[in-house]
């Protein structure tokens, strides 16, 4: 699976948005971009992934690049329970193996 | 739908004795993942299970084991105990069936070993 490279940590405002960034330039054009969280101690909570097209949930929207070199999550009005580790992953799909390799992610605080 | 559940949420063990955690996965999901969570090493996959064969397993040491049983509910053993094992264990499911390979975590168990 290919490598990314994110932020250490980020600070944003109740209210605002978050943009977090994340960059995977050795991505394939079969893997897929994975978000997920972690709120202090408990397990991480799936967000959103996608291929190429930009995808939006409920949760969030994911923004990748047209040469899908990097992406940004998106949290349109963050609040303080957002506050969290974001990582974000690339995994190829359908080969029967659905390891997830996380990094260290981006600590999110978000600021009354 | 209920979420994946581990039980039990916390376990205090000693040096040289062993553990048996549980999973239950989302109803319907078919493949199981363990991860092991610590301050130094972050979130490392451990092993999967799908249809009650271990399909892929990460750099752990043979100590680490687990199974899967028919109804896909799934448990891990961790044998002599080391400090170093204490760590926070998480339960993935997946679906795994028509492409449908997002995994979701249970809330884990918080293992100490003393």
């Known amino acids: 699976d290919a490598k990314t490279t994110q932020p250490t940590s980020m600070d944003c405002a109740e209210g605002r948005a978050a943009n977090l960034p994340c960059n995977h330039s050795?991505?394939?054009?079969?893997?897929?971009v994975y978000w997920y969280r972690q709120i202090h101690s408990q397990g991480p909570q799936y967000i959103i992934h996608?291929?190429?097209n930009n995808e939006t949930n409920e949760m969030a929207s994911l923004i990748i690049t047209e040469d899908r070199k990097s992406s940004t999550l998106i949290l349109p009005h963050a609040t303080l329970r957002d506050t969290a580790v974001y990582y974000c992953?690339?995994?190829?799909?359908?080969?029967?193996?659905?390891?997830?390799?996380f990094g260290s992610g981006t600590r999110l605080q978000v600021q009354p | 739908k209920a979420g994946v559940t581990q039980t039990p949420r916390y376990l205090i063990k000693t040096r040289g004795q062993q553990v048996t955690l549980s999973c239950s996965p989302i109803s319907g999901h078919r493949s199981v993942s363990w991860y092991q969570q610590t301050p130094g090493q972050g979130l490392q996959f451990l092993f999967e299970y799908f249809s009650e064969t271990q399909r892929n397993k990460g750099n752990f040491p043979g100590r680490f084991s687990g199974r899967q049983f028919s109804n896909s509910r799934s448990e891990m053993n961790v044998s002599t105990l080391e400090l170093g094992d204490s760590a926070l264990y998480l339960c993935?499911?997946?679906?795994?069936?028509?492409?449908?390979?997002?995994?979701?975590f249970g809330p884990g168990t918080r293992l100490t070993v003393l």
């Open positions: 992953i690339v995994r190829v799909e359908g080969t029967g193996r659905r390891a997830l390799t």
């Open positions: 996608g291929l190429k």
């Open positions: 993935a499911s997946s679906p795994a069936r028509g492409g449908q390979d997002t995994q979701y």
């Open positions: 050795t991505i394939s054009g079969n893997e897929y």
